[in-house]
């Protein structure tokens, strides 16, 4: 069972490791020798973290996926193209494909799924979320004959690791996020991470399995993290909550609702504990009930187990003569905007302290149907600062809410606004 690996970075390096390391134990799992047919990389000479037997690597990715003596094809290049080219290239040629490409996936998955279909080919990507923690297979095959309710995660070890240095140290976000970035957890452009892109490309994949409908990055509301700040946390912990920055996929009235953001979320919760650069999906399920997966999002080792993971799976298939689980989008749901999303908020205000204000602000609220759970209200001299958490209420009704209030004579800045989950109002 010959494969080639296209990519040979931080994940690629450490999936070639393993294929040479293990190879006794491969075999011994698959029924089939598992043997390195070539490496496509961009540069021969690159320095490496492994090393790679003589002859195996080669700047035709092109030509190796095209191969008649390759069977299998690791993509761990990353973005869109050449990878999605490669894919299509790798199934048309009748190879089976293991991806950790949750940008592709989230962006074109469909394409790629209707060539494997196409082609009679495997296509996996267990490795596309979460890095080592089995997600996909759990909501692909485990939980196939139950009814997925909501699935909620800290999919991004980046913003985890920013956020929960916020809480324990009462640091800023730009000091977070250096101490992230000079410890590895964050790129030199952390973009991608704190602006809740890679989270949102993972929640769309989640949701498209855990509900059987297609679901794009695109289709994702997405907030980063960058506008949080120290109070923000603060408040949180006065609330005995903490902040996350949250992939969230539910079903409404049968319909999809998918975002991410950040969120206060109660210490009490399973996801609190979340600490560091780790991650954790938690599931709701009508028949399982609540169930929690956790361990490393991330890094090339934990990234690479869930690819040879996969990797041994599609072998056995292809030994086997069949195919596994292909994609699964019969229910086809509607995709609920987000204005119409229902969820709880913390909005602290900022007004003047006088008569009659707490009252006034009360009243925009009811105004516009949202009904207020509890206010804190703090002096400040001629100013004070209320701090509003509400009942469940959309999205639209929120918004509407913070614009009249922004309106008002009395207020002097909405400061903060943030949603609240995972408790019980």
Known sequence: MKVAVLGCGSVGSQV????LEQADDLEAR????????????????APRDVDVPPGLLTTDAAGLVARDDVDLVVEVIGGIEPARALILSA??????????????????????FEAADKNERDLYYEAAVAGAIPILRPLRESLAGDRVT????????????????????????????????????????PTADVEG????????????????????????????????????????RDMDSVVKLLAIAE????????????????RSHPLASVREAYNAVFVESEAAGQLMFYGPGAGGAPTASAVLGD??????????????????AYADRRLLPMGETVTRYHVAIDVDDRAGVLAAVATAFADHGVSIQTVRQEGRGADAQLVVVSHAATDA????????????????????????????E
Not at 16 to 19: D, Q, S, T
Not at 30 to 45: F, M, N, P, Q, Y
């Open 16 to 19: 070639v490791r393993l294929l």
């Open 251 to 266: 079903l409404r009235d049968d319909a999809v609702a998918v975002r991410v953001h950040p969120a206060m979320i109660p």
């Open 311 to 328: 990797l041994v799976t599609v072998a056995r298939n292809r030994l086997a003569g069949t195919r596994g689980a292909g994609e699964s």
């Open 150 to 189: 909501r699935v909620l995660g800290i999919v991004n070890g980046t913003t985890n690791f920013i956020l929960d240095k916020m809480d324990s140290s009462g640091a800023g976000f730009n000091e977070a996020l250096e101490e992230a970035q000079e410890l590895g957890y964050a790129e030199a452009d």
């Open 197 to 236: 892109f890679d989270a949102a490309a993972k929640a769309a994949i989640l949701a498209s399995l855990a509900f059987h409908t297609r679901v794009t990055a695109a289709d994702v509301h997405r907030e980063g993290i960058s506008e949080v700040t120290a109070a923000d946390v603060a408040s949180a």
């Open 30 to 45: 698959t029924g089939a020798r598992v043997e390195l047919a070539g490496v496509a990389v961009r540069r021969i000479d």
């Open 397 to 424: 009704q929120l918004s509407a809410t913070v614009a009249a209030l922004r309106e008002m004579d009395i207020v002097r800045e909405v400061t903060s606004v943030m949603r609240v989950e995972g408790g019980e």
């Open 91 to 112: 199934l048309e040629h009748g190879k089976s494909v293991v991806t950790a490409n949750k940008a592709l996936l989230a962006e074109d998955g469909p394409t790629l």
